[in-house]
C-alpha cells in the first residue's frame, strides 16, 4: 500500500532533550515536507526537499533541521525542543516537485514540550 | 508571496443539504488550487485539484469545486451533506519560485470545520 509513515504518533517530553521524528515514503517520490499545523493557522511548511541531498528551508524552519539521506526517508530534528513547538507535525511527500503534483500526508505527529 | 483565506472557520449544515465553503487566494498568475480533507487522527487526503483546462473541477465522495479567476475563488460545494462529510476542509495553493514556477510548498488557508447535523 502507498503510503506516508510517521513515528512516534504521540510524544510527551521535556524542554530541551532533543527528539527525532522519522517519515519514510515507499512510492519512490522525489519531494518531500514538513509541515506544523496549528490552530487556526492552518498547516505551514518547515523545510522541504527536492531529492537526496538537498533541502531548504520553509516558512518556519527555526528550532528544526533535517536530512535527507535517502530518497525514501525525511526524519525531523528537534535538537533542543522548546514548548512553543508544541504542535501537530505531518510529512508530506509527492513524485516531483512540480506544483501541480498532489501531495500524500502521514497521519500525523502529536508533540508536547513540556 | 502567495495567500489563502477561507471564510468561516465552522460551517454547520443538515443532512441532506448543500454544503459551501468558501477559498479566496492571492496569486499573480495561474495557480494550481487543491482542497484537502482531515478527519480526525489523521492526515490530509486529497479532495480535488485545479491545475489547468476546466474550471469546474469534480473530486472524490461528490465534492467539487469552480476556480474563478475573475473573483480569485475556489469555492468548494457538496449538493447534499452527509455525516461523513464531518471533517476539517483545507484549501492550499502551490507556491512560486522566484521567476513565477510552482513548486511544491503548499501554501495553506486556516481550514473550515464542516459540521453536519441529523
Known amino acids: 500500500e502507498a503510503q506516508v509513515t510517521q513515528n512516534p504518533r504521540y510524544l510527551i517530553t521535556v524542554t530541551g532533550k532533543k527528539l527525532t521524528v522519522t517519515c519514510s515514503q515507499n512510492?519512490?517520490?522525489?519531494?518531500m515536507s514538513w509541515y506544523r499545523q496549528d490552530p487556526g493557522l492552518g498547516l505551514r511548511q518547515i523545510y522541504y526537499?527536492?531529492?537526496?541531498?538537498?533541502?531548504d528551508k520553509g516558512d518556519v524552519p527555526e528550532g528544526y533541521k533535517v536530512s535527507r539521506k535517502e530518497k525514501r526517508n525525511f526524519p525531523l530534528i528537534l535538537e533542543s525542543p522548546s514548548p512553543n513547538q508544541t504542535s501537530l507535525y505531518f510529512c508530506?511527500?509527492?513524485?516531483?516537485?512540480?506544483?501541480?503534483?498532489?501531495?500524500?500526508f502521514g497521519d500525523g505527529t502529536r508533540l508536547s514540550i513540556l | 508571496a502567495q495567500s489563502v483565506t477561507q471564510l468561516g472557520s465552522h460551517v454547520s449544515v443538515s443532512e441532506g443539504a448543500l454544503v459551501l465553503l468558501r477559498c479566496n487566494y492571492s496569486s499573480s498568475v495561474p495557480p494550481y488550487l487543491f482542497w484537502y480533507v482531515q478527519y480526525p487522527n489523521q492526515g490530509l487526503q486529497l479532495l480535488l485539484k485545479?491545475?489547468?483546462?476546466?474550471?469546474l473541477v469534480k473530486g472524490i465522495n461528490g465534492f467539487e469545486a469552480e476556480f474563478k479567476k475573475s473573483e480569485t475563488s475556489f469555492h468548494l460545494t457538496k449538493p447534499s451533506a452527509h455525516m461523513s462529510d464531518a471533517a476539517e476542509y483545507f484549501c492550499a495553493v502551490s507556491d512560486l519560485r522566484a521567476g513565477g514556477t510552482s513548486y511544491g510548498k503548499l501554501t495553506f488557508g486556516q481550514g473550515t470545520i464542516l459540521t453536519v447535523h441529523p
Open positions: 512510492m519512490n517520490h522525489e519531494y
Open positions: 485545479y491545475t489547468t483546462g476546466a474550471t
Open positions: 508530506a511527500s509527492s513524485l516531483t516537485p512540480a506544483g501541480n503534483q498532489p501531495q500524500h
Open positions: 526537499s527536492m531529492n537526496v541531498e538537498v533541502t
